[in-house]
């Protein structure tokens, strides 16, 4: 399955992180490989790479927090017809947000940017945390899709991404 990876860098801030883009194609293969869900030959994902403030006013408009996230995600199909769709949404991190949550975990920035990446994806693939099965579900999932390409257990010692 090949999957269609169109990568955005919009703030500068996101050059402090070599290779952000590689590393979110290597994430992002993976996880649509191995996140258990049917999806079309060529999907599309898109990735933009925002400061604080964009990612702020999004989440103003969108969910009514006029406050920065680590990531959003914006599903472009319903989780029942992903098989199907061409498109299968954005996925927006904040450079500010992630190097801070990264800085007060003590992992590096890469690794916290794939575990954001993956997250942001299982979103676009239907998945969420709002109570405590689903949440189990999710996170056991990104634990192995970040073991597939070398990176430890996010959730050991620290809190589960922000809702997206």
């Not at 191995?34 to 999907?43: H, M, Q, Y």
């Not at 959003?72 to 996925?91: E, K, R, V, W």
């Not at 991190?93 to 993956?118: C, K, M, P, S």
């Amino acid at each position: 399955m090949t999957l269609e990876i169109d990568i955005e860098r919009v703030s500068p801030l996101w050059a402090a992180l070599p290779g952000v883009e590689a590393l979110a194609e290597r994430v992002l293969r993976a996880a649509a490989s191995s996140g258990g869900v049917a999806l079309r030959d060529g999907a599309e994902v898109s990735v933009r790479l925002v400061d604080d403030n964009d990612i702020r006013a999004l989440n103003a408009r969108w969910r009514g927090l006029d406050e920065p996230t680590n990531v959003l995600s914006f599903p472009a199909a319903q989780p029942g017809g992903l098989a199907g769709s061409p498109l299968l949404g954005d996925i927006v991190l904040a450079y500010e947000t992630a190097e801070r949550e990264a800085r007060e975990q003590g992992v590096a920035l890469r690794d916290h940017v794939a575990h954001l990446i993956v997250h942001g994806f299982l979103h676009l693939l239907g998945f969420d945390h709002r109570d405590a099965e689903k949440a189990e579900r999710m996170e056991a999932l990104e634990i192995r899709i970040l073991e597939e390409v070398g990176l430890a257990n996010p959730y050991v010692g620290t809190v589960a991404a922000d809702e997206s």
